[in-house]
């Protein structure tokens, strides 16, 4: 069955090694690995953390974290030459931590978490960034592949990209860049948004999927929203989808007015009862959905 894993700032953001205890809690919750955060320099010593999640038994996956000083969709040489570098430079992290899958936002340009609204653009500034993204993503490509790492790019929802936002764009970027080391990573939170159905979304990607994020479309924990789990397992298995599948449910249990949403926040409360839940909860999914005839 596919691994489930949690992503590393449910705890803690930014996660250092005075979260190493963590790890071990994560495997007695019920989870196979860890979705971390690519570290910044000096943020995390790799050997050590190597070895904390050795010794904890936990897989891990990296998220990019892009910005607008590095952005492979940029017109600015240095941000589109900062966005490659740093994409090497995650997948040099995923070597070092034993990991061989690095997903996020890959080409960059974010909107609302960077304080830029979208804008629309000319024809020839829209092929102009998909060339960079494509040019960007073909060389990250041949260092990630020369390591044994995947590089997942993901769409986002038009409030967090104004450049891939959708399945179908995901294919036709992944279609230009043509390379083995670069797949795609879905999210079902972006999915709620911008998908007719996030069956169907899933079944077009098939095996260019390389890591799957289970998120209800609120961001809470699985099983509280509207998400139709049944039909989403039974995509993944029709595609033969066997890789990694993390869950990101940091929304926190505050519902005050003015409170934004968007902002993360650390946890308030032990939350490790509906954590272990949560992973109960997509096994199980994805095992009964295997058996639906």
Same mark, same amino acid.
């Given at each position: 069955?596919?691994?489930?894993?949690?992503?590393?700032?449910?705890?803690?953001?930014? !996660?250092?090694?005075?979260?190493?205890?963590? !790890?071990?809690?994560?495997?007695? =919750?019920?989870?196979?690995?860890?979705?971390?955060?690519?570290?910044?320099?000096? /943020? =995390?010593?790799?050997?050590?953390?190597?070895?904390?999640? +050795?010794?904890?038994?936990?897989?891990?996956?990296?998220?990019?974290? %892009?910005?607008?000083?590095?952005?492979?969709?940029?017109?600015?040489?240095?941000?589109?030459?900062?966005?490659?570098?740093?994409?090497?430079?995650?997948?040099?992290?995923?070597?070092?931590?034993? $990991?061989?899958?690095?997903?996020?936002?890959? #080409?960059?340009?974010?909107? %609302?978490?960077?304080?830029?609204?979208?804008?629309?653009?000319?024809?020839?500034?829209?092929?102009?960034?998909?060339?960079?993204?494509?040019?960007?993503?073909? /060389?990250?490509?041949?260092?990630?592949?020369?390591?044994?790492?995947?590089? $997942?790019?993901?769409?986002?929802?038009?409030?967090?990209?104004?450049?891939?936002?959708? #399945?179908?764009?995901?294919?036709?970027?992944?279609?230009?860049?043509? &390379?083995?080391?670069?797949?795609?990573?879905?999210?079902?939170?972006?999915? &709620?948004? /911008?998908?007719?159905?996030? $069956?169907?979304?899933?079944?077009?990607?098939?095996?260019?999927?390389?890591? !799957?994020?289970?998120?209800?479309? &609120?961001?809470?924990?699985?099983?509280?929203?509207?998400?139709?789990? %049944?039909?989403?397992?039974?995509?993944? &298995? #029709?595609?033969?989808?066997?890789?990694?599948?993390?869950? /990101?449910?940091?929304?926190?249990?505050?519902?005050?007015?003015?409170?934004?949403? $968007?902002?993360?926040?650390?946890?308030?409360?032990?939350?490790?009862?509906?954590?272990?839940?949560?992973?109960?909860?997509?096994?199980?999914?994805?095992?009964?959905? +295997?058996?639906?005839?």
């Amino acid at each position: 069955m596919n691994p489930v894993g949690l992503i590393s700032m449910q705890y803690a953001r930014p !996660f250092t090694a005075e979260h190493f205890p963590l !790890f071990s809690r994560m495997r007695e =919750l019920g989870y196979d690995f860890i979705e971390l955060l690519v570290p910044e320099p000096g /943020e =995390l010593d790799l050997d050590k953390t190597r070895a904390a999640l +050795e010794r904890a038994g936990l897989g891990v996956v990296l998220a990019a974290r %892009v910005n607008l000083q590095r952005n492979l969709s940029s017109d600015d040489p240095a941000a589109h030459r900062a966005g490659i570098d740093y994409l090497k430079y995650t997948a040099d992290c995923a070597l070092a931590l034993g $990991a061989t899958i690095v997903g996020g936002p890959l #080409t960059g340009n974010p909107l %609302v978490f960077a304080g830029r609204p979208p804008q629309p653009v000319a024809e020839d500034e829209r092929l102009a960034r998909k060339a960079r993204c494509v040019a960007g993503l073909r /060389e990250a490509g041949d260092h990630a592949a020369k390591i044994g790492i995947t590089l $997942a790019v993901e769409p986002l929802n038009r409030f967090e990209s104004d450049v891939l936002c959708t #399945t179908q764009q995901a294919m036709e970027l992944l279609d230009a860049v043509d &390379h083995p080391a670069v797949q795609m990573m879905l999210d079902t939170f972006h999915m &709620h948004m /911008e998908e007719a159905s996030i $069956a169907e979304a899933i079944l077009l990607a098939g095996p260019r999927v390389a890591h !799957f994020q289970a998120n209800e479309n &609120h961001r809470g924990f699985p099983g509280t929203g509207s998400t139709d789990w %049944v039909s989403v397992c039974r995509a993944l &298995h #029709t595609i033969g989808y066997k890789g990694p599948v993390s869950l /990101e449910p940091f929304r926190r249990n505050d519902d005050r007015f003015g409170v934004p949403f $968007a902002q993360w926040r650390p946890p308030h409360e032990d939350e490790s009862e509906r954590l272990s839940a949560s992973a109960s909860f997509i096994k199980s999914h994805l095992l009964l959905t +295997e058996y639906r005839r």
